[in-house]
């Protein structure tokens, strides 16, 4: 249920890492806009206001009331002027100028169109933009543009895979993957990570990790998997990275840079009668099977908890949980470890629960991880 602001209130952590966010947002009018305008900056490469506002997004979706003034924010962080702002805008006239000039704003709109392809980034939306390109026929009606592979899978199943894959498909996949990896290693270690792990009802693909006990094995794991799965013929597209991970090196506190593992894009093809409820099609399409975007990682089974970690997100608690080791902890963590630069040693960890230890934090359960 929705709360009102607590009159003596507690104070909330700057860090999303020490906050509890469920799925639930009693605030979505404010961070729906929010998330414009950090895209529309992060457009423009303006890295700092564009943080700002996702951190602010994050914390308001941790109250467990709505905010209805401005005084009720007294006690909550990461909200600058700007972002309060658009707050006072929003409360006063129901929504925010700032954020309906940008939703109307030619290159915002035509970024934001050409990204929503899988295997085309910002960089390569601007070059097409400032080619003169505002629509997918000027893209593909445009012979002096060469579609990479991942692109041109992106294109063709593009109505797929923008369509939100709902959580019946999620464990449809989870089966299917399941039965391949036992196939090949019967004490294989699969885990569902991402959104779904999160409880999320839909999400924009499906996020896998799986590795076996045994230390090395793991290296031949996603061939196999990709193997069989061809076999099957329900692979639509495969983009498969070997591992380039080196235990020696220190975490990398960045986090958009990818991690080390083993990993591959792929998309699949779901057939309906593996899904309980069927599939999540648009109403009239009665196709009996759609295109799912699905990621698998594959860490040696010693890094398994620092992949689960990594993975199962929200990218905001992520950049939070780095952010406080390193700052609050004197620590590095990433994907693939945690480092204590004090004491200059590697922390192993087995579970989750043993990294929020190592940081000196109370152990968030991943559907309290949606910041
Ligand atoms: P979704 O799929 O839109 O419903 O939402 P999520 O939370 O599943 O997001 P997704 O699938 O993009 O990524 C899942 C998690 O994997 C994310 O929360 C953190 C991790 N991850 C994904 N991409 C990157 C990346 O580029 N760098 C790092 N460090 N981690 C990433
Ligand atoms: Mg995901």
């Not at 607590?6 to 729906?32: G, H, L, M, W």
């Not at 390569?124 to 026929?137: E, I, P, V």
């Not at 991942?150 to 939100?164: E, K, P, V």
Request: glycine share 8%.
């Amino acid at each position: 249920g929705q709360g009102s602001a607590p009159t003596a209130q507690a104070v909330v952590s700057q860090y999303a890492c020490q906050r509890r966010t469920t799925t639930e947002n009693n605030n979505k009018i404010f961070t729906d806009a929010f998330e414009v305008l950090a895209e529309s900056y992060e457009f423009n490469e303006i890295e700092g206001p564009c943080l700002a506002f996702r951190r602010a997004a994050s914390v308001l979706k941790s109250l467990s009331w709505a905010v209805q003034c401005l005084e009720a924010t007294r006690n909550v962080p990461c909200l600058g002027e700007h972002t309060k702002a658009v707050m006072e805008e929003i409360l006063r006239y129901g929504r925010s100028f700032e954020v309906e000039k940008i939703l109307s704003d030619e290159r915002y709109r035509t970024l934001k169109l050409f990204t929503s392809v899988f295997g085309v980034g910002p960089k390569t939306a601007d070059k097409w933009y400032r080619g003169g390109l505002r629509s997918f026929s000027d893209v593909l009606g445009d012979r002096g543009i060469r579609l990479n592979r991942m692109q041109q899978s992106g294109f063709l199943h593009y109505g797929d895979i923008s369509r939100a894959v709902s959580k019946a498909e999620a464990r449809a996949l989870r089966n299917i993957i399941d039965e391949a990896v036992h196939a090949i290693t019967p004490d294989a270690v699969l885990a569902l990570t991402g959104g779904f792990r999160r409880g999320k009802e839909f999400g924009h693909d499906v996020d896998f990790i799986v590795t076996t006990p045994e230390l090395g094995k793991e290296k031949n794991l996603l061939p196999s998997i990709i193997k069989r799965l061809t076999k099957q013929r329900i692979l639509l597209y495969c983009d498969y990275q070997a591992s380039t991970f080196d235990m020696s090196k220190l975490p990398s506190y960045r986090f958009e840079a990818m991690d080390h593992f083993a990993k591959c894009f792929l998309i699949m093809r779901l057939e309906g009668s593996q899904v309980e409820g069927g599939l999540h099609l648009a109403e009239g399409d009665s196709r009996g099977w759609r295109a799912v975007r699905v990621d698998l990682v594959a860490p040696p089974m010693d890094r398994y908890a620092f992949a689960l970690l990594g993975w199962s997100g929200s990218r905001q608690f992520e950049r939070d949980l780095r952010r406080f080791a390193r700052l609050e902890r004197n620590m590095l963590l990433d994907n693939h470890a945690l480092y204590d630069k004090t004491k200059k040693e590697f922390l192993a960890a087995t579970t989750e629960r043993d990294i929020f230890a190592h940081l000196g934090l109370e152990y968030i359960e991943p559907w309290q991880r949606n910041a």
